[in-house]
């Protein structure tokens, strides 16, 4: 029997990360359970993946003829081999967390369109490549440079053969110094499934602004308009709406930035305590440009709760790992949640956040639940 082109995919995915949920969707797309996010680095075998086309047919022996061109509002258009990037430009490392913008999107009511994600649908690795920065700046660019637009060969799952997904950064944001084009990812040449032989890395960005399997780079004289830039798509309404309202209308704008949000990663979802004895409780705060400033904790919805310890930061734009302790004295469910603040002064809503058309950045506290015996 033969398998579908989404049957490989997902044979393969089971091989390379056991463990992760497949949503499902005609592209290739999967989370990560709470209990495999427990280390500060993300393994790549427990690392979600998010595709919105086909995957490309690479591999990572094309790495070294594989070229990055750089056009558009730039005195000398270049372009580089993989192998060249690595030798002609400074190799620094970042560590960053990536978050899909639509990360939690299943608790949105009335749901929304989109995957319906979990909260897995997020890590935490460091990443190596090249500052985009130098390449822009070798390039040279124009005044009239204000955004960049990032080009890959994967092509939607509908037959078409369009391209899946083309976004861009602000031009701010594509000469910030931890703004990358990747090729290393753990120390490990970036796999397939995560963009190699290059991505883009944008740090605080929402995951759609990381383009996997980076082909070009269109420096543009205005807001790029490349696939998944417009509409709904990774926009969030300039003024609150309501669900039932009409959004053909209203103004959407760019998300730029991730809010603070946090998750427990130990004990594992649907554990099991005994009544009387001691559960050591760790997770990860993170946001997206505003760092975090605390984390608490709550065994009871919130009615009471305690902070817990931040370990301190080393890398900005890294996630950060929390500890506590807690003895639950009742037998019976016990649900254990987080709520992270960032430095000004925004914490995870404890009510749904802002519905919005897209389904993104829901930040609201969630927690784990098991059973006290
Ligand atoms: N070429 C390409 N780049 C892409 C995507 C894609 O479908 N194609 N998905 C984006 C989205 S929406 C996210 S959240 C991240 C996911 O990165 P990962 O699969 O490495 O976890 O990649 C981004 N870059
Ligand atoms: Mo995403």
Not at 127 to 151: C, M, N, P, Q
Not at 242 to 250: G, L, N, V, Y
Not at 270 to 296: D, K
């Amino acid at each position: 029997m033969s398998l579908t082109r989404r049957g490989k995919e997902a044979e393969w995915l089971e091989q390379l990360k056991p463990g992760l949920r497949q949503l499902e969707s005609d592209a290739l797309n999967a989370e990560s359970p709470t209990e495999l996010l427990n280390d500060y680095l993300t393994p790549i075998s427990s690392f979600f993946v998010r595709n919105n086309g086909v995957l490309p047919a690479i591999s990572l022996g094309d790495a070294d003829s594989w070229t990055l061109s750089v056009d558009g509002e730039v005195r000398n258009p270049c372009s580089w081999t993989v192998a060249e990037l690595r030798t002609k430009f400074e190799n620094v490392s970042v560590t960053a967390v990536l978050e899909c913008a639509g990360n939690g999107r299943s608790a949105f009511s009335p749901p929304t369109q989109g995957l319906q994600w979990g909260h897995g649908a997020v890590g935490c690795a460091r990443w190596i490549g090249v500052r985009l920065r130098d390449l822009l700046e070798f390039a040279g660019l124009k005044d009239s440079a204000v955004y960049t637009g990032h080009f890959s060969p994967d092509v939607k799952t509908d037959g078409s053969g369009e391209s899946a997904i083309s976004r861009g950064l602000p031009i701010t944001k594509a000469l910030a110094p931890e703004t990358l084009v990747a090729f290393a990812m753990n120390d490990a040449p970036l796999p397939i499934l995560h963009g190699g032989p290059l991505r883009i890395v944008a740090p605080g960005y929402p995951g759609s602004a990381w383009q996997k399997w980076l082909t070009r780079i269109w420096v543009r004289d205005r807001e790029h308009d490349g696939e998944k830039m417009t509409g709904i798509e990774y926009r969030l309404p300039a003024v609150p709406i309501s669900p039932t309202q009409s959004f053909d209308d209203i103004e959407l704008r760019v998300i730029t930035d991730m809010p603070i949000n946090s998750i427990i990663t130990t004990p594992k979802d649907n554990f099991v305590a005994e009544c009387g004895s001691e559960i050591e409780i760790g997770g990860f705060a993170w946001s997206g440009h505003v760092p975090v400033s605390s984390v608490t904790f709550s065994a009871d919805g919130f009615r009471t709760s305690q902070p817990l310890k931040l370990e301190p930061s080393s890398e900005p734009f890294a996630w950060r790992r929390f500890a506590g302790r807690v003895r639950p004295k009742q037998r019976g469910l016990l649900t254990l949640a987080t709520r992270a603040a960032d430095v000004e002064g925004r914490s995870q809503p404890l009510e749904p956040v802002l519905w919005n058309p897209g389904g993104y950045c829901n930040n609201m506290v969630t927690g784990i639940s098991g059973m006290v015996t």
